[in-house]
């Protein structure tokens, strides 16, 4: 079982998942974003913390062009996904491979059956759709809760359990990354520890970027964390670093809590 | 023990509640007179004949509405053909694809349109069908009708679907679905009991129109073939024989009245199924 914040054994790849340089995000007027420059390796992963409204949840919907859908947002720069623009590709295919799970959980009024089958469905996947839906649980760790229950609606579950299903619904379309934006900010203890504990199975099929704003949660499962403050990127490296001997002055005030 | 001000702030309380229940208490009253006459009236004088039969000449009596019921059949069922998917796609894209100021102006002539007085579309489709055609038809009170319903239906949904919470419409993007693929699957379905509500009501709103069929639809006595020619519909039937010197005819309007305002309540009963199995269907 991988460790986070310790180096693997697998190998290391040399072209980060996602690279952004000089990224600057504006809505209207608003600049939200200065000069973001970041990597993200493969298979680890990787958490953007900062106090509320510093622009890490900004960055994090750059990165699948859902900040596209909001009018009167725009950013320039570059963003690279295994070094192809992502301005440059066609955006279904980009949010197919790069998926979502959101702050409050978000599943469709149908069945949880059809929840997790969408995805595959929408995108013309070929193959068994019921494999397909108990692989997607399973790795979700959802599916002995679940399995006798399929047909019944979404709204059934339980706030944490709805989550782990829109992580499901995710991962139905094999991502190559995983976007998580607060995922447990909506959650008690034992299903934040749940969640917590479903990515670190699944890193090694799937890069992820996690925004949080609790810091333990980042120490807990990050192998790289960035630090977010009022728009700007202070600090970006290994956890471990990050929480123990932090470079920034501004990066150890916020995580000794003397603001934010 | 009360001083007098207290008195008083309770006596105005007390006398508001009684004046605000006697208003509504008098609103809903107008609604059970209108269906008491309606029932009295139209109860005794309704038989298996009005169902069956046509029309007999003034002066005998008997006969039924059999062709009036079939005729407002028929131009509901093309005013809904062409009414509601037009209505129904422009509520889509006022909802989901609109910018700022197109939908903004194309709102504001919907409800302009809902605006204009029934008797005036009426004119305007005897313009546009019944001149160029030559003469009366069930297509140009089917079409005067549609008219109606089309700003009705975009409207209702319209709201429908922009009730559907947008964190649905992110789940479905961030899947890789597209725009259409987004709304066709996700979000109309999330809504579509609300805009089936919408489509329901407004159907049984354009059915008890009088002044559009007047002279797009006129009247008939007798069958009508296809819809190409003149056509009899319960509303102007209404008005023929309520206005008419012959008590027979009047009784005949009172079953035609009740046999109308039947259809009106039995759809908006089924609406209100409709909407509250579908919200708590969650």
Same mark, same amino acid.
């Given at each position: 079982?991988?460790?986070?914040?310790?180096?693997?054994?697998?190998?290391?790849?040399?072209?980060?998942?996602?690279?952004?340089?000089?990224?600057?995000f504006?809505?209207?007027?608003?600049?939200?974003?200065?000069?973001?420059?970041?990597?993200?390796?493969?298979?680890r992963?990787?958490?953007?913390?900062?106090?509320?409204?510093?622009?890490?949840?900004?960055?994090?919907?750059?990165?699948?062009?859902?900040?596209?859908?909001?009018?009167?947002? /725009?950013?320039?720069?570059?963003?690279?996904?295994?070094?192809?623009?992502?301005?440059?590709? !066609?955006?279904?295919?980009?949010?197919? /491979?790069?998926?979502?799970?959101?702050?409050r959980?978000?599943?469709?009024?149908?069945?949880?059956?059809?929840?997790?089958?969408?995805?595959?469905?929408?995108?013309?996947?070929?193959?068994?759709?019921?494999?397909?839906?108990?692989?997607?649980? /399973? /790795?979700?760790?959802?599916?002995?809760?679940?399995?006798?229950?399929?047909?019944?609606?979404?709204?059934?579950?339980s706030?944490?359990?709805?989550?782990?299903?829109?992580?499901?619904?995710?991962?139905?379309?094999?991502?190559?990354?995983?976007?998580?934006?607060?995922?447990?900010?909506?959650? !008690?203890?034992?299903?934040?520890?749940?969640?917590? !504990?479903l990515l670190?199975?699944?890193?090694?099929?799937?890069?992820?970027?996690?925004?949080?704003?609790?810091?333990?949660?980042?120490?807990?499962?990050?192998?790289?964390?960035?630090?977010?403050?009022?728009?700007?990127?202070?600090?970006?490296?290994?956890? !471990?670093?990050?929480?123990?001997n932090?470079?920034?002055?501004?990066?150890?005030?916020?995580?000794?809590?003397?603001?934010? | 023990?009360?001083?007098?001000r207290?008195?008083?702030?309770?006596?105005?309380?007390?006398?508001?509640?009684?004046?605000?229940?006697?208003? @509504?208490?008098?609103t809903?009253?107008? $609604?059970f007179?209108?269906?008491?006459?309606?029932?009295?009236?139209?109860?005794?004088?309704?038989?298996?004949?009005?169902?069956?039969?046509?029309?007999?000449?003034?002066?005998?009596?008997?006969?039924?509405?059999?062709?009036?019921?079939?005729?407002?059949?028929?131009?509901?069922?093309?005013?809904?053909?062409?009414?509601?998917?037009?209505?129904?796609?422009?509520?889509?894209?006022?909802?989901?694809?609109g910018?700022?100021?197109?939908p903004?102006?194309?709102?504001?002539?919907?409800?302009?349109?809902?605006?204009?007085?029934?008797?005036?579309?009426? =004119?305007f489709?005897?313009?546009?069908?019944?001149?160029?055609?030559?003469?009366?038809?069930?297509?140009a009170?089917?079409?005067?009708?549609?008219?109606?319903?089309?700003?009705?239906?975009?409207?209702?949904?319209?709201?429908?679907?922009r009730?559907?919470?947008?964190?649905?419409r992110?789940?479905?993007?961030? $899947?890789?679905?597209?725009?259409?693929?987004?709304?066709?699957?996700?979000?109309?379905?999330?809504?579509?009991?609300?805009?089936?509500?919408?489509?329901?009501?407004?159907?049984?709103?354009?059915?008890?129109?009088?002044?559009?069929?007047?002279? @797009?639809?006129?009247?008939?006595?007798?069958?009508?073939?296809? $819809?190409?020619?003149?056509?009899?519909? $319960?509303?102007?039937? =209404?008005? @023929?024989?309520?206005?008419?010197?012959?008590?027979?005819?009047?009784?005949?309007?009172?079953?035609?009245?009740?046999?109308?305002?039947?259809?009106v309540?039995?759809?908006? =009963?089924?609406?209100?199924?409709?909407?509250?199995?579908?919200?708590?269907?969650?």
């Amino acid at each position: 079982m991988a460790t986070p914040g310790v180096a693997s054994a697998s190998p290391v790849h040399t072209t980060p998942k996602l690279k952004t340089s000089g990224m600057y995000f504006y809505y209207g007027a608003f600049q939200a974003l200065h000069d973001i420059s970041l990597e993200v390796e493969t298979q680890r992963i990787t958490a953007l913390i900062g106090p509320s409204g510093c622009g890490k949840s900004t960055f994090l919907r750059t990165l699948n062009r859902i900040s596209d859908t909001v009018k009167n947002a /725009r950013w320039e720069g570059q963003i690279l996904l295994d070094n192809q623009d992502i301005r440059e590709l !066609d955006v279904t295919n980009l949010r197919r /491979r790069v998926g979502m799970v959101f702050q409050r959980p978000n599943p469709f009024p149908k069945s949880i059956f059809d929840n997790i089958a969408y995805g595959p469905r929408v995108n013309g996947v070929k193959g068994n759709l019921s494999e397909i839906v108990e692989k997607s649980l /399973r /790795r979700a760790a959802l599916w002995d809760e679940v399995k006798d229950k399929l047909q019944k609606s979404a709204y059934a579950l339980s706030g944490g359990q709805q989550q782990r299903l829109c992580i499901a619904r995710a991962l139905a379309v094999d991502p190559e990354v995983l976007l998580l934006d607060e995922p447990c900010s909506a959650l !008690d203890p034992i299903a934040t520890a749940k969640i917590e !504990d479903l990515l670190i199975s699944i890193k090694d099929q799937c890069t992820i970027v996690i925004v949080t704003h609790n810091m333990q949660q980042a120490a807990r499962v990050a192998d790289t964390t960035g630090f977010f403050l009022l728009g700007k990127l202070i600090e970006f490296a290994k956890t !471990d670093i990050i929480f123990k001997n932090p470079e920034k002055k501004q990066t150890e005030d916020y995580i000794t809590g003397r603001f934010g | 023990m009360m001083d007098s001000r207290t008195r008083r702030r309770y006596a105005i309380n007390n006398f508001m509640l009684g004046l605000t229940g006697l208003c @509504t208490l008098f609103t809903v009253s107008i $609604l059970f007179l209108i269906l008491g006459y309606l029932v009295y009236n139209g109860g005794k004088s309704l038989d298996w004949d009005f169902f069956t039969k046509l029309p007999l000449s003034p002066g005998e009596n008997g006969g039924g509405m059999a062709n009036a019921i079939v005729g407002s059949m028929k131009m509901i069922f093309v005013a809904t053909a062409i009414g509601v998917p037009v209505g129904f796609l422009g509520g889509v894209y006022l909802s989901e694809f609109g910018g700022r100021t197109f939908p903004y102006l194309i709102r504001y002539m919907a409800d302009l349109l809902n605006g204009v007085p029934s008797i005036v579309i009426g =004119i305007f489709a005897w313009t546009v069908v019944v001149v160029p055609m030559r003469h009366f038809s069930a297509w140009a009170g089917g079409f005067a009708l549609a008219l109606m319903l089309i700003p009705i239906t975009v409207r209702s949904t319209e709201q429908f679907l922009r009730a559907v919470p947008n964190s649905l419409r992110e789940g479905a993007l961030a $899947l890789g679905a597209s725009k259409w693929e987004t709304v066709a699957s996700v979000v109309v379905p999330a809504s579509l009991s609300g805009v089936l509500t919408g489509i329901i009501l407004g159907v049984a709103r354009i059915a008890g129109e009088t002044a559009p069929l007047l002279f @797009t639809a006129l009247n008939n006595q007798f069958w009508s073939n296809g $819809l190409n020619e003149p056509t009899a519909s $319960l509303p102007v039937m =209404i008005f @023929t024989h309520a206005i008419a010197p012959y008590d027979d005819w009047h009784r005949q309007a009172w079953a035609a009245g009740l046999v109308l305002i039947t259809m009106v309540l039995l759809s908006n =009963i089924a609406a209100r199924f409709i909407l509250a199995r579908g919200t708590t269907r969650r």
